[in-house]
C-alpha cells in the first residue's frame, strides 16, 4: 500500500552513463542565437559601402539584366533608390538605411517612393539587388516587407558561393515537394542575406534562431537535413530541425518554477523533495508529481497569501478542495485522486524522512490535510470507472468490425487508384470500375515527375474532385496497419510505436511448424513478452516491411523521441516511421492517437452510430480481451499474452459474460482464421 502511495510506475530503462542527464538534470539542446560575425563579411563585388550611387547602378544594371530595357530599368531604380537613402545621415549605405527606419517593423523600402506606383515598383526591385550585392543587410522585417522575385537564383548568380551550390544539388535530390525544395532554398538565402554570412558560416543555432522569428512552417526544416549531411553541423546536432526544437527534460527547478511560487521556503522544500523522489520514478511521473503538488496543491498560497509552512488550517483545507474540483476551464475535475494521493504521500515522505533527516525535513513536519474520510469514496469511484469502461467496451464492440472493413477496403481502393496512374502518362485518362480519371499535366506535376517522393495527383472526370492521390495512399496504408495491429494483437500505443524489423521472429514447434511471433518491448510492466501471430497479423507486419523496402531497400534505422519520459531512444529499424523532413522517424503515439481518431470519423457520414464516439488506441485492447476470453482462452494465459502482472487485471478489461448475453459478434468469431492453433503455440511461446 505504501509503495502505492508514493509512486505509480518505475523507470523503464537505465541510461548509459552517456545518456543520462547532465548534473543540473537538464539534457544537451541548441540554444537559439545568431551567427558570430565573420571577420571578413561576403563582398561578391567587393566593399561598396561608401561606393558612389553610380558606380553601384552600373553594378546592378550589368549583372541583373538580361536585356537592354532592362538594364536601364535597373540602373535608374538603383539610382532612385540610394538618391532617396543619401537624404539620411550615414556614412555608408547600411547607416543610411538604418537611420531611414527601414530595418524597422512597419517602414517596407516602397514607402521611400511615396504614390508613386512606378517608383515604389522600381525602390523594391533595387532593394532585391542591393540585398544580393551585400550593400544592404536588413533585418528579417525588412526583407519579408520586400516584395521579392526570383531572389533565391539571383543570389545564387551573384554570390558564387560553391558551398551553396553543393548545398542546392543536395537539396535537389531529398524526396520532398518541389515547392518545399524551393521554399527551402529562399530561406537559406533568407538567412545569408539577414545575417550577412556565407553558408560556411550558417550555425545550427542560428537556423533555430531563424525558425523561431519565423511563424507558422519555415521551409528551413527540409534544409536541415540536407546541412547536417553536409557536415555543417556538429554529429551531436539532430537531423531534423523538429527534432533540434525539442524540450527535451527539464530540471526540477524548472518544473517548479513554470508555476511561479511566491514563497521562496516552500520552493526549496518542494524542488529538494520533488529532487529525492526523482531518483526512483521516470520522468513522465516526476512531470506528475509536480502538476500535482505545486499546481494542483499549493494554490493555497492564492486561498491564504500569509500561508508559510504546511500546517494548514481547517478553512484553508476546506476552500482548497473546493478548488480543486472545478478545472481552470470551468468543467468539473474527474481524475481527483490523483492530486489526493499525491498530497496524502507528500505528507507521509516528510514524516518518514524527519526521523532520519530532523535538521532537513523536521520542521515541515505538519497534519495532512488529506483525511481518511477523503479516500472512502474512492473504491466506489473506481467501480463506476470500471462501469464507465465496461459501457464504452459495449460500444465499440458492435462498431469494430465496421471500422476494420473501411480502413481495409479505403486502403486497397487507393493503391489500386494509384497502380493505375503510375501506368499512365501525365495528361492521360484511365477507368477504374467504371470512374473516369485523368492524370494532372500541371507545371508542378511535371517538375514532381520521376523524383524521389513524387507526388502523384489525379482530377476526377465526372466530380472533378482533386486527388493528391500518394499522400492519400500514404495515409490510408497507415491508418489501416494502425487500426489493424492493433485490434490484432492488443498492444498499447507505446508498444505498437516501439515495434521494429528486429521484433520478427519465429518458433519452430517439435513437429516441424514454425509459428511467427511478435517480441514486444518493454512497457508498462517493464517485462518482455512474445505473442504468436496470426495469419491476419502476419500479413500487416509483411506490408510494413515490404513498403519499406520498396521505398528505401530496407527499413531505415532512424531515432524515436519518448514523449513520455521526454528523451532519444537508440536508433533501431521501427516499423511504424515515416518521413519528416525527408528524413525518416518514428512515429509517435500522438500520431497513433491522431491516425485511429481520424479512420473513425471518416465512418461518420456513411454510418451516423459513429457521431460522438471516440476511438482510441487503448480501445483495441480492451476489445481483444473481450475476444480472447469470449472465445474460452484460460484467462492466465489471457494475461501473458496481454502483459499483465495479474488476472485481475486482464479480468476487468474482458467483458465477456456481458457481451455475450448481449448477443454480440465478436471479432475472433467474425475471422476465425485470426487465432488459428493459438491456443496450442501460446504456452510453448510465452
Not at 38 to 56: H, M, V, Y
Not at 215 to 237: I, K, Q, Y
Not at 381 to 396: G, L, P, Q, S, V
Request: positive net charge; aromatic residues 8%.
Amino acid at each position: 500500500m505504501r509503495a502505492h502511495l508514493t509512486s505509480n510506475r518505475i523507470r523503464r530503462h537505465q541510461l548509459e552513463p552517456e545518456q543520462s542527464r547532465l548534473a543540473d538534470g537538464a539534457q544537451p539542446k541548441l540554444t537559439a542565437a545568431e551567427p558570430p560575425v565573420p571577420e571578413k563579411p561576403p563582398r561578391p563585388f567587393g566593399d561598396l559601402a561608401t561606393a558612389s550611387a553610380a558606380q553601384i547602378a552600373d553594378l546592378a544594371a550589368e549583372h541583373f539584366s538580361v536585356e537592354r530595357n532592362g538594364r536601364a530599368l535597373n540602373r535608374h531604380g538603383m539610382l532612385w533608390l540610394l538618391e532617396r537613402l543619401e537624404e539620411f545621415p550615414g556614412r555608408t549605405w547600411q547607416q543610411r538605411w538604418e537611420a531611414a527606419g527601414l530595418n524597422g517593423p512597419g517602414h517596407p523600402v516602397e514607402s521611400l517612393a511615396g504614390d508613386d506606383r512606378q517608383r515604389r515598383t522600381r525602390f523594391n526591385a533595387a532593394a532585391q539587388h542591393a540585398y544580393c550585392m551585400r550593400l544592404i543587410r536588413p533585418s528579417l522585417a525588412a526583407f519579408n516587407a520586400t516584395r521579392l522575385f526570383r531572389y533565391a537564383d539571383r543570389f545564387r548568380r551573384v554570390a558564387g558561393d560553391p558551398l551553396l551550390e553543393e548545398f542546392c544539388e543536395r537539396l535537389e535530390r531529398q524526396p520532398v515537394a518541389t515547392d518545399r525544395r524551393l521554399k527551402a532554398m529562399l530561406d537559406i538565402c533568407t538567412m545569408l542575406t539577414v545575417y550577412g554570412i556565407d553558408l560556411g558560416g550558417l550555425t545550427a543555432e542560428a537556423v533555430v534562431h531563424y525558425a523561431e522569428q519565423t511563424p507558422g512552417f519555415t521551409a528551413a526544416a527540409t534544409a536541415w537535413p540536407v546541412l547536417h549531411d553536409m557536415g555543417r553541423f556538429p554529429a551531436w546536432v539532430p537531423r531534423t530541425l523538429q527534432d533540434a526544437r525539442v524540450r527535451g527534460q527539464q530540471p526540477v527547478e524548472a518544473l517548479v518554477d513554470r508555476h511561479r511560487l511566491r514563497n521562496p521556503e516552500v520552493r526549496e522544500l518542494l524542488v529538494d523533495y520533488l529532487r529525492r523522489r526523482s531518483v526512483e520514478v521516470d520522468y513522465s511521473t516526476l512531470d506528475n508529481l509536480v502538476r500535482n503538488l505545486v499546481q494542483y496543491f499549493w494554490v493555497v498560497e492564492d486561498v491564504n497569501p500569509g500561508q508559510a509552512d504546511l500546517r494548514l488550517d481547517e478553512q484553508t483545507v476546506q476552500e482548497w478542495k473546493q478548488r480543486l474540483l472545478v478545472r481552470s476551464d470551468g468543467k468539473p475535475r474527474v481524475n481527483i485522486e490523483g492530486p489526493f494521493l499525491t498530497v496524502r504521500a507528500f505528507y507521509l515522505d516528510l514524516q518518514t524522512w524527519a526521523a532520519a533527516e530532523p535538521e532537513r525535513w523536521g520542521q515541515w513536519v505538519a497534519p495532512c490535510p488529506i483525511r481518511d474520510t477523503d479516500l472512502r469514496w474512492f473504491n466506489q469511484r473506481r467501480r463506476r470507472i470500471a462501469e464507465r469502461m465496461a459501457n464504452r467496451t459495449r460500444e465499440r464492440q458492435t462498431l469494430l468490425p465496421l471500422l476494420s472493413e473501411q480502413v481495409t477496403s479505403e486502403w486497397q481502393r487507393l493503391r489500386a487508384l494509384l497502380d493505375a496512374a503510375r501506368r499512365v502518362s501525365l495528361g492521360d485518362t484511365f477507368t477504374l470500375e467504371g470512374v473516369t480519371w485523368q492524370r494532372t499535366a500541371t507545371q508542378y506535376d511535371r517538375q514532381q515527375a520521376g523524383r524521389p517522393g513524387e507526388a502523384i495527383r489525379v482530377l476526377n472526370r465526372r466530380t472533378g474532385e482533386l486527388v493528391r492521390l500518394s499522400q492519400a495512399e500514404r495515409l490510408a496504408f497507415w491508418q489501416w496497419a494502425i487500426v489493424e495491429t492493433l485490434r490484432l494483437a492488443g498492444l498499447r500505443r507505446e508498444e505498437l510505436v516501439e515495434l521494429t524489423h528486429l521484433s520478427v521472429r519465429q518458433y519452430q514447434r517439435p513437429n516441424g511448424e514454425v509459428v511467427a511471433l511478435l517480441v514486444v518491448s518493454p512497457s508498462k510492466s517493464d517485462r518482455e513478452r512474445l505473442i504468436p501471430m496470426s495469419g491476419e497479423l502476419f500479413h500487416i507486419i509483411a506490408q510494413v516491411i515490404r513498403r519499406h523496402i520498396t521505398e528505401h531497400g530496407t527499413v531505415p534505422v532512424c531515432p524515436r523521441y519518448d514523449q513520455a519520459d521526454r528523451a532519444w531512444c537508440e536508433p533501431l529499424p521501427y516499423l511504424f516511421q515515416r518521413l519528416q523532413s525527408g528524413c525518416p522517424r518514428a512515429m509517435s503515439m500522438a500520431m497513433v492517437r491522431d491516425l485511429v481518431r481520424r479512420a473513425a470519423q471518416a465512418l461518420v457520414p456513411a454510418h451516423p452510430e459513429f457521431a460522438g464516439i471516440r476511438f482510441s488506441p487503448h480501445d483495441f485492447r480492451r476489445l481483444f480481451a473481450t475476444d480472447l476470453v469470449n472465445n474460452g482462452l484460460p484467462i492466465h494465459i489471457g494475461a501473458a499474452l496481454m502483459g499483465h502482472l495479474n488476472v485481475q487485471t486482464t479480468r476487468g478489461s474482458a467483458k465477456a459474460r456481458e457481451l455475450h448475453q448481449a448477443g454480440e459478434k465478436s471479432q475472433v468469431t467474425r475471422s476465425a482464421r485470426c487465432r488459428a492453433g493459438l491456443s496450442g503455440v501460446c504456452m510453448k511461446a510465452i
